[in-house]
């Protein structure tokens, strides 16, 4: 029997373990879950939404047991109160849409003909979830999932194991019926055989863009929809007329909460040459003040990375770049709490370029770079030098210049003076290796829907 293992970030030690499924047991959790599909989506509309919003509503209550247990599991300090602010923010906004989001397209309704589009359910909805923000990750698509009308199975990461669990106690709890929202353990061969199978009418998988490329090869043929939120490099640019202050405080914070690990984090900041000398002294301070350490101290503001494996491809990164002329900023003796594995301190490079990994692939840990430019023309050229395109975050007090630039950068979204955000109004999409599709706000409801059009004829004369 194969176990799923969580390895806590903050002592090293096993913290949680499951059996995984085998695939005859996984196969029957998708029987079952199709099995309660059609009734599920026969319930009206309203019933649904609400059932969703009492479960995440039940989640919140569960808040003293989720928070110290998502510490253990992904290191998040405790002093944060876990995920619920963009987890309820998420919730509320796709139940406000869900009405108008699945409401029927009407071309035509006279005396002699009917004629709409109306959104159906796909079926079966299977939703691969990473650790790094576990809860809000997965709620972007269970729950419009649910409303939609789909059954939902989940399968979280390894590391936040007993998130999917949690999550469906919750829903369960509130009256969502088992088998329509389903927590499984899985192994990547279970995984890839179930989707190979088209056991799924669609899967969401937001993780690695080598794993997205392993979702996608095991669908290859089935024509299975996909969802594929992959990584990121995220850039933001200062321009000379931002509001310094308000431009270091936003990415640092993007670079360095959560130690990091966020998927539209910054990872790589070009400053126009008249404020970047003192947009890097100001940085350097601002992480200066973090306090390292064990995320169940509450003075604790950054914790261990996720998985020492993690961590140690920071360091890698960072060794990389110094070797070929890159200058540390950040003093390491102000960080005693870093061990050389899973506890890093952060760090702000500078004299980096492109030639460098550390500007180029993801690092996902506490630590950017920063660059000099002297135009848009360069900076533009710098931000769209990558194999990512999740966000960019501009900083300027000009709306039209920063228009201007962002329809030439290759990214899902462009942010001014804010980063590091999902707005559930808008579509949470990527190009390039990010992936492709789109969640959260409208389109998200159509993306977890398929389109049936009816032509009716009223009069046959
Ligand atoms: P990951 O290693 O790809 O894992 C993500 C999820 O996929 C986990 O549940 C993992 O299960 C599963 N998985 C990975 N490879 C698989 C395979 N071959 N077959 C079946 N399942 C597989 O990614 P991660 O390290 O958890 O997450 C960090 C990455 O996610 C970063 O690259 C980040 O940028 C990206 N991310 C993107 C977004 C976005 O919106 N674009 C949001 C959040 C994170 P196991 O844990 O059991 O291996």
Same mark, same amino acid.
């Given at each position: 029997?194969?176990?799923?293992?969580?390895?806590?970030?903050?002592?090293?030690?096993?913290?949680?373990?499951?059996?995984?499924?085998?695939?005859?047991? /996984?196969?029957?959790?998708?029987?079952?879950?199709?099995?309660?599909?059609?009734?599920?989506?026969?319930?009206?509309?309203?019933?649904?939404?609400?059932?969703?919003?009492?479960?995440?509503?039940?989640?919140?209550?569960?808040?003293?047991?989720?928070?110290?247990?998502?510490?253990?599991?992904?290191?998040?300090?405790?002093?944060?109160?876990?995920?619920?602010?963009?987890?309820?923010?998420?919730?509320?906004?796709?139940?406000?849409?869900?009405?108008?989001?699945?409401?029927?397209?009407?071309?035509?309704?006279?005396?002699?003909?009917?004629?709409?589009?109306?959104?159906?359910?796909?079926?079966?909805?299977?939703?691969?979830?990473?650790?790094?923000?576990?809860?809000?990750?997965?709620?972007?698509?269970?729950?419009?999932?649910?409303?939609?009308?789909?059954?939902?199975?989940?399968?979280?990461?390894?590391?936040?194991?007993?998130?999917?669990?949690?999550?469906?106690?919750?829903?369960?709890?509130?009256?969502?019926?088992?088998?329509?929202?389903?927590?499984?353990?899985?192994?990547?061969?279970?995984?890839?055989?179930?989707?190979?199978?088209?056991?799924?009418?669609?899967?969401?998988?937001?993780?690695?863009?080598?794993?997205?490329?392993?979702?996608?090869?095991? /669908?290859?043929?089935?024509?299975?929809?996909?969802?594929?939120?992959?990584?990121?490099?995220?850039?933001?640019?200062?321009?000379?007329?931002?509001?310094?202050?308000? /431009?270091?405080?936003?990415?640092?914070?993007?670079?360095?909460?959560?130690?990091?690990?966020?998927?539209?984090?910054?990872?790589?900041?070009?400053?126009?040459?008249?404020?970047?000398?003192?947009?890097?002294?100001? #940085?350097?301070?601002?992480?200066?003040?973090?306090?390292?350490?064990?995320?169940?101290?509450?003075?604790?503001?950054?914790?261990?990375?996720?998985?020492?494996?993690?961590?140690?491809?920071?360091?890698?990164?960072?060794?990389?770049?110094?070797?070929?002329?890159?200058?540390?900023?950040?003093?390491?003796?102000?960080?005693?709490?870093?061990?050389?594995?899973?506890?890093?301190?952060?760090?702000?490079?500078?004299?980096?370029?492109?030639?460098?990994?550390?500007?180029?692939?993801?690092?996902?840990?506490?630590?950017?770079?920063?660059?000099?430019?002297?135009?848009?023309?360069?900076?533009?050229?710098?931000?769209?030098?990558?194999?990512?395109?999740?966000?960019?975050?501009?900083?300027?007090?000009?709306?039209?210049?920063? #228009?201007?630039?962002?329809?030439?950068?290759?990214?899902?979204?462009?942010?001014?003076?804010?980063?590091?955000?999902?707005?559930?109004?808008?579509?949470?999409?990527?190009?390039?290796?990010?992936?492709?599709?789109?969640?959260?706000?409208?389109?998200?409801?159509?993306?977890?829907?398929?389109?049936? #059009?009816?032509?009716?004829?009223?009069?046959?004369?």
């Amino acid at each position: 029997m194969t176990m799923i293992t969580c390895v806590s970030p903050v002592n090293g030690e096993v913290y949680a373990e499951r059996p995984a499924l085998s695939l005859d047991a /996984a196969k029957d959790v998708v029987a079952r879950a199709r099995k309660a599909q059609k009734d599920w989506a026969r319930r009206p509309l309203e019933e649904r939404v609400q059932l969703v919003l009492k479960g995440a509503a039940r989640l919140n209550e569960m808040a003293d047991v989720v928070v110290p247990e998502l510490a253990w599991q992904m290191g998040r300090p405790i002093k944060y109160g876990g995920e619920y602010r963009g987890f309820n923010e998420r919730s509320n906004y796709v139940a406000s849409i869900a009405a108008d989001a699945l409401s029927p397209m009407v071309v035509e309704d006279s005396a002699n003909f009917a004629r709409r589009i109306e959104r159906e359910p796909h079926g079966v909805v299977f939703v691969i979830a990473p650790w790094n923000y576990p809860y809000m990750t997965a709620i972007n698509t269970v729950a419009p999932a649910l409303m939609a009308g789909n059954t939902v199975i989940l399968k979280h990461a390894s590391q936040t194991l007993l998130v999917g669990e949690r999550l469906v106690q919750a829903f369960v709890e509130v009256g969502v019926p088992a088998d329509v929202f389903q927590n499984v353990y899985l192994d990547h061969d279970t995984t890839s055989t179930l989707i190979a199978a088209g056991s799924f009418n669609f899967v969401n998988f937001t993780g690695s863009v080598q794993g997205g490329r392993s979702i996608e090869r095991a /669908a290859a043929g089935t024509f299975t929809n996909l969802g594929l939120e992959l990584g990121g490099k995220d850039p933001g640019y200062v321009m000379e007329d931002a509001d310094l202050d308000a /431009a270091v405080d936003t990415l640092m914070d993007g670079a360095t909460y959560n130690s990091g690990q966020c998927c539209c984090g910054i990872e790589r900041i070009y400053v126009h040459e008249s404020l970047y000398d003192a947009f890097v002294e100001k #940085s350097v301070a601002w992480v200066s003040n973090y306090k390292l350490g064990n995320p169940l101290d509450p003075e604790t503001t950054l914790g261990p990375m996720a998985n020492k494996r993690f961590a140690k491809v920071v360091r890698e990164q960072i060794a990389d770049a110094v070797a070929k002329g890159a200058k540390a900023l950040v003093d390491p003796k102000l960080f005693p709490a870093d061990d050389g594995g899973a506890y890093l301190a952060p760090q702000i490079l500078v004299d980096v370029n492109h030639s460098m990994a550390f500007m180029r692939e993801e690092t996902f840990g506490p630590a950017v770079g920063i660059m000099k430019v002297k135009s848009d023309a360069e900076a533009l050229e710098l931000m769209n030098d990558s194999p990512y395109g999740l966000t960019a975050s501009l900083w300027t007090k000009d709306v039209e210049r920063a #228009s201007r630039i962002g329809r030439d950068i290759e990214t899902g979204t462009v942010f001014m003076n804010r980063a590091d955000y999902l707005d559930p109004a808008l579509c949470w999409t990527g190009v390039k290796e990010t992936g492709r599709g789109g969640s959260l706000s409208v389109i998200g409801f159509h993306n977890l829907t398929r389109p049936k #059009s009816y032509h009716l004829k009223k009069v046959t004369a």
